[in-house]
C-alpha cells in the first residue's frame, strides 16, 4: 500500500475513488507549519535561515501520515501544481524526515495533475517526478522577503504613524495605487463642454448624427465651450438642407475573450455576477475539489489539446457547424511575468452543461461563468458591419458635416454564447446596439429636431476590486494567488473602504502611503516590486541563487531602516504636511491662509499624531484645543463646521449650555464646560447639521430608566453603547433595532426584547445576548446565523464561524453555514457532534446551558480533536505577498 497525500479531505475523498484499495489518501490540510508572527524567524546574520512551527492541529496530521507510513510501500505527494503545492509537498517531506518517520529505502514520489478527474490523476500516478526545488526556493524567497518587509517595516509604523497597521511588500504598493486615483480625483479639474446631436430621418426611420467638422475643421469633444457656442451652432443646423455626402461600409470580425485565469475570472465575477474576488475563489476551490474545473490558480490562457477538443465538439453539438472556426484557436499569455504554466481555468466536462449540474446557487452561477467562457473561446468570431455616413448640411458661406456611425451583427458567433448578458469590463463598446437606415450617397434625410447638451469632464474612475487586480496584473506585481488576500488585507485593516464596488481610501492609508512615499520610495514604486516577481520567476526557473536574492535585497533594505529609524516624529509630520497639503489644507475660497486656526486665529494647523491614528490640531495646543478629523477638512468644510464648537441652547433644568463639538472619534453633545462635563456621542445616521436642542438633551439623558422587572424587581435601562442602543437588567444586554427607540421603548417591550434574547442564548461571562437572525434545522443539530460583538458569525454547537464580509447575514443560506462550519471545524480540529434524538418526556434545559458559545470563543482554537471528515475547508492559506498579519 501507498500513502498520498493532499491538501484537503474533499480531494482525498474523491482520489481515493479513483485509486482504489492499494492506497491510503490523507489530508494535510494546507500549509502544515508556518513562520511564527515573532522576530527571529527570519534570521538575514545566518544566511536568511529560517524557523518553522507546526501548529497544534497539524501536528496530530502528521502523526496520522507518519503512522500510516508505517509499512506503506511509498510516499506520493499529490498537492497542487504550484508553487504553493511544491511547498507544501516540501514542507511535509521535511517534518517527516525530521521525525525520521520514512525509512531509507521507502520511495518518495511528487505528482500533479491539473484537474481531479480519474483520467488526469491515474495520468500523473504514472508519471511521478521528485519534489522541485526551484519552485521551493522561490517560495522560500517570497515569504522571507514577506516576513523582512512586514516585520521591519510595520514596527517602525507603529512608532512614527501611531494607529497604523501594518506594511507589506505587496500590500503597501496596491494601497498606493488605490491612493495615487483618489489624488488623482482630487486634483481633476472638470472643463465645460458641450454636445451637438441631430435626429435625422431617412424613410421614415429616424437615426442620431454628431457634429463631425465645421469649415473644414474637425470639431474635437472639448471645442465646443459655451453654450452660447453651441446655441449659435444649433441655429446653424437647422437653418440648413441635409443631403449624405459619403457612406462607407466596413465588415469587421470580434474575436472571442480568451479563455479564464485566475485575473479574468476574478474580473468578470466581479463583473458579471457581483461576487467579490475572495469569494469568486472560495467558490471555486470548491469546484475543484468537486472535479468539475481545472486548477483555478493560473496566468495560463492555454488549453490542453483534450479541452480544446471538447469545446469544439459541443459547439457543433449544440451550436451548429456555422459557429464552429475551421481551426482551433490557441491562446498564449500576455501577463507580464506570468508563472509557470497550468492550462487555462475549464470545465473538466463540459459536456456537462451548467442547467445539467445540481449546484448552490453561487456555485451555479460561477460554473456557468466558466463553462460559457470557455465553450466560447473555441467559437467563430462575431461579423459585424459597421457603417459611417457623413451628411452634409448646406448653408450659405459655411460648411457644417454631421457623422452617424452604426453597426449591424450580420453573424453572432461567440457573442451568441458570451457577451450578451451584463457587459464586462472588456466590453465597453455600444455601437454593436446602433443600427442606421439604409443610406445612399445623394440621399436627404429631415431634420426632426438638434439636441445640444451641456457636458463636465469627468475624473478617471475609482478602482474596483476586479480593476485593482486587473491594474496590479499589468504592472506585474502580486501573483494570482495572492490577489484576493491583498484586497481583502487592504479592507481588514481599514486601509480602504468600499463605497458601492468602489474601493475609497480611509485617511489612515493615505497616511500610510504618503508615509512610504516620503521614506521608503523604491519599495513602493511599481517597477520596483514586480523586478522583484521577475526575479522570484528566475530562482523558480533554476537561472537565479534565492539566497544571494535574499542578500541583495536586505543589504539596500537595511540600509534605508537604519536611516530612517532615528527620525523624530516631528520630522515625519513635517513631510506627511507637504505631501497631503492639497488633501488636508484645500485652498480657501476667499484666499487666506488654510492653515490657520480658526479658532485662536494665531495658531498654525497641522497633522498630529495619537494613540488611534492621525488628525489635526492647533499649534497653540493646550491653550488652543481646536482638532478635527481628516475627513472634516478634505470635505471642503470650513475648519469652524468641521470643529462644530458651536451652542445648540441652554438646558432649562441646569441652565448650562449646550454644545456641539467635533473630536477625533465624531461629532458629540457636550453640557456646559466644566473639568468633567457630560458627553454622548452622535449615533451612526445623525447628521451635526440636524441636530435640535431637543435632541442633543435626549442624547445627554442616556441612559434612562425603563421601569422595574416584574419578576426580578430589579431596573431596566436604556442607552447608547459601542454597538448601538441597548436596554439592561441584571447585567444583561439585549439590542435595540432602532436608536429612535432608546427613547422610548416601554417596560412591556423591554421585558419581550430581554425574554427573547435570553431565549437565543447569552454570551460566556454575563455578556450581551446574542440573538440568533437566522435558524437552519440540520441533522447535527440546528445551525444559527448571529450578529456578533466582532461581525456576524454562524453556530452549530461548539463551533462558530466567521461570515465572509462580502455576505450579508440575512443572505447566507443553509449549504454556505455547513461549508463554514465544516471548515472551521477542521481548521481548529473540533467535531460537530450529531445532536441526539429527542425523547418524549425529555426535560427542557435551562437556557443558561443550552446557550451558544459567543463569537470571541471562534477566534480560540479548540484542543486538537479526531477532525470531521464531512465537508472540506478552504485551503488553509499561508501569509501570503501582503502578508504579515498583526
Known amino acids: 500500500m501507498k500513502v498520498v497525500v493532499v491538501e484537503s479531505p474533499a480531494k482525498a475523498k474523491t482520489i481515493n475513488k479513483y485509486l482504489g484499495k492499494d492506497y491510503e489518501v490523507l489530508a494535510s490540510f494546507g500549509h502544515i507549519r508556518d513562520l511564527p508572527a515573532k522576530d527571529g524567524s527570519v534570521r538575514p546574520d545566518e544566511d536568511f535561515a529560517m524557523s518553522w512551527e507546526v501548529d497544534t492541529a497539524s501536528k496530530k496530521r502528521v502523526a496520522d501520515i507518519a503512522n500510516a507510513l508505517k509499512g506503506a510501500d511509498g510516499l506520493i505527494l499529490a498537492t497542487d501544481p504550484d508553487r504553493e503545492g511544491e511547498a507544501i509537498s516540501w514542507h511535509i517531506l521535511d517534518v517527516l524526515r525530521q521525525k525520521k518517520a520514512i525509512k531509507k529505502d ?38 522571507a522577503l514577506d516576513y523582512l518587509v512586514g516585520f521591519t517595516l510595520s514596527p517602525i509604523l507603529w512608532r512614527k504613524l501611531p494607529g497604523s497597521r501594518s506594511a507589506g511588500r505587496v500590500q503597501s504598493v496596491a494601497l498606493r495605487v488605490v491612493s495615487d486615483r483618489e489624488a488623482e480625483i482630487e486634483k481633476f479639474k472638470p472643463e465645460e463642454y458641450w454636445s451637438v446631436e441631430a435626429s435625422l430621418a431617412q424613410n421614415g426611420k429616424g437615426f442620431v448624427a454628431r457634429l463631425f467638422s465645421v469649415d473644414g475643421k474637425k470639431t474635437d469633444k472639448l471645442d465646443i465651450k459655451t453654450g452660447e457656442d453651441a446655441g449659435a451652432l444649433k441655429k446653424l443646423i437647422e437653418a440648413g438642407q441635409f443631403n449624405v455626402a459619403s457612406v462607407e461600409k466596413k465588415p469587421t470580425k470580434r474575436n472571442p475573450y480568451a479563455p479564464f485565469t485566475t485575473s479574468s475570472l476574478q474580473q468578470d465575477a466581479s463583473s458579471r455576477l457581483g461576487l467579490s474576488p475572495s469569494r469568486t475563489m472560495q467558490i471555486a476551490q470548491r469546484l475543484y475539489e468537486d472535479g468539475l474545473i481545472t486548477y483555478m490558480r493560473t496566468d495560463a490562457v492555454q488549453m490542453a489539446p483534450e479541452g480544446i477538443a471538447m469545446a469544439r465538439s459541443v459547439i457543433g453539438k ?28 475549464r470545465p473538466t466536462d463540459m459536456f456537462k452543461r451548467p442547467e445539467d449540474l445540481r449546484l448552490d446557487a453561487d456555485q451555479q452561477k460561477l460554473y456557468g461563468l466558466i463553462w460559457r467562457r470557455t465553450v466560447a473561446s473555441q467559437m467563430a468570431s462575431a461579423e459585424i458591419d459597421r457603417t459611417t455616413a457623413d451628411i452634409a448640411v448646406n448653408i450659405p458661406g459655411r460648411t457644417v458635416t454631421l457623422r452617424a456611425v452604426g453597426s449591424v451583427v450580420t453573424f453572432p458567433g461567440f457573442l451568441k454564447l458570451y457577451g450578451v448578458e451584463a457587459k464586462s469590463d472588456e466590453e465597453t463598446d455600444d455601437e454593436d446596439s446602433r443600427e442606421l437606415p439604409p443610406l445612399k450617397v445623394g440621399d436627404k434625410p429631415t431634420l426632426q429636431k438638434v439636441d445640444i447638451e451641456q457636458h463636465f469632464t469627468q475624473p478617471p474612475s475609482r478602482y474596483t476590486e476586479a480593476s485593482l487586480i486587473k491594474k496590479m496584473e499589468e504592472v506585474g506585481i502580486g501573483r494570482p494567488s495572492t490577489y484576493a488576500a491583498i484586497v481583502t488585507t487592504l479592507k481588514d485593516r481599514n486601509y480602504v473602504r468600499l463605497e458601492g464596488k468602489a474601493l475609497v481610501p480611509e485617511d489612515r492609508g493615505r497616511i500610510v502611503t504618503a508615509f512610504l512615499e516620503s521614506f521608503f520610495t523604491r519599495y513602493v514604486e511599481y517597477g520596483f516590486t514586480a523586478g522583484l516577481e521577475e526575479q522570484l520567476d528566475e530562482i523558480s526557473d533554476g537561472k537565479l541563487d534565492y539566497k544571494q536574492v535574499l542578500r541583495d535585497f536586505w543589504k539596500d533594505f537595511n540600509g534605508n531602516i537604519d536611516e530612517i529609524k532615528d527620525l523624530r516624529v516631528s520630522e515625519v509630520l513635517d513631510a506627511l504636511n507637504d505631501l497631503l497639503a492639497s488633501r488636508i489644507f484645500p485652498p480657501k475660497e476667499d484666499g487666506s491662509d488654510p492653515r490657520r486656526c480658526p479658532t ?68 458629540y453633545v457636550q453640557l456646559g464646560e466644566g473639568k468633567e462635563p457630560k458627553r454622548s456621542s452622535l449615533p451612526k445616521g445623525w447628521e451635526p447639521a440636524a441636530l435640535t436642542l431637543e435632541k442633543a438633551l435626549q442624547l445627554l439623558s442616556l441612559p434612562r430608566e425603563v421601569g422595574l422587572h416584574p419578576e426580578t424587581g430589579l431596573p431596566i435601562s436604556a442607552g447608547l453603547g459601542r454597538y448601538g442602543p441597548f436596554i439592561l437588567h441584571d447585567g444583561k444586554y439585549a439590542n435595540l433595532p432602532d436608536v429612535e427607540e432608546v427613547f422610548t421603548v416601554g417596560l412591556n417591550r423591554a421585558v419581550d426584547l430581554l425574554a427573547q434574547k435570553a431565549a437565543g442564548g447569552f454570551k460566556r461571562g454575563g455578556g450581551a445576548a446574542v440573538a440568533a437572525i437566522k435558524t437552519f434545522e440540520h441533522d447535527n443539530g440546528p445551525i444559527t446565523v448571529r450578529a456578533g460583538r466582532y461581525g456576524p458569525y454562524v453556530n452549530q454547537g461548539k463551533v462558530n464561524a466567521t461570515i465572509p464580509k462580502d455576505i450579508k447575514p440575512e443572505d447566507v443560506t443553509v449549504e454556505q453555514a455547513i461549508e463554514w462550519i465544516a471548515a472551521r471545524a477542521e481548521a481548529t480540529g473540533t467535531k460537530v457532534k450529531k445532536a441526539p434524538a429527542k425523547k418524549a418526556a425529555a426535560k427542557k434545559p435551562a437556557a443558561k446551558k443550552a446557550a451558544a458559545a459567543d463569537e470571541k470563543s471562534a477566534a480560540k482554537k479548540a484542543p486538537a480533536k479526531k477532525p470531521a471528515a464531512k465537508k472540506a475547508p478552504a485551503k488553509k492559506s499561508t501569509v501570503t505577498d501582503e502578508d504579515v498579519p498583526f
Do not use: W
Open 318 to 345: 449544440h451550436y451548429g457547424a456555422e459557429y464552429l472556426p475551421e481551426k482551433a484557436r490557441i491562446y498564449s499569455s500576455k501577463a507580464k511575468n506570468a508563472q509557470e504554466a497550468h492550462e487555462a481555468i
Open 106 to 143: 521507502t520511495p518518495v514520489e511528487r505528482v500533479v495533475f491539473n484537474a481531479i478527474t480519474k483520467d488526469a490523476v491515474t495520468t500523473a500516478m504514472a508519471n511521478p517526478r521528485q519534489v522541485d526545488m526551484p519552485l521551493v526556493d522561490a517560495y522560500l524567497a517570497r515569504r
Open 600 to 667: 485662536c486665529g494665531t495658531g498654525t494647523l497641522s497633522l498630529k499624531l495619537g494613540k488611534f491614528g492621525a488628525f489635526i490640531g492647533c499649534s497653540n495646543y493646550p491653550e488652543c484645543k481646536h482638532t478635527m478629523q481628516l475627513s472634516d477638512a478634505a470635505s471642503g468644510q470650513s475648519s469652524e463646521a468641521a470643529q462644530g464648537d458651536g451652542v445648540l441652547g441652554t438646558d432649562p433644568e441646569s441652565g448650562e449650555e449646550v454644545h456641539l463639538k467635533s473630536g477625533r472619534f465624531g461629532p
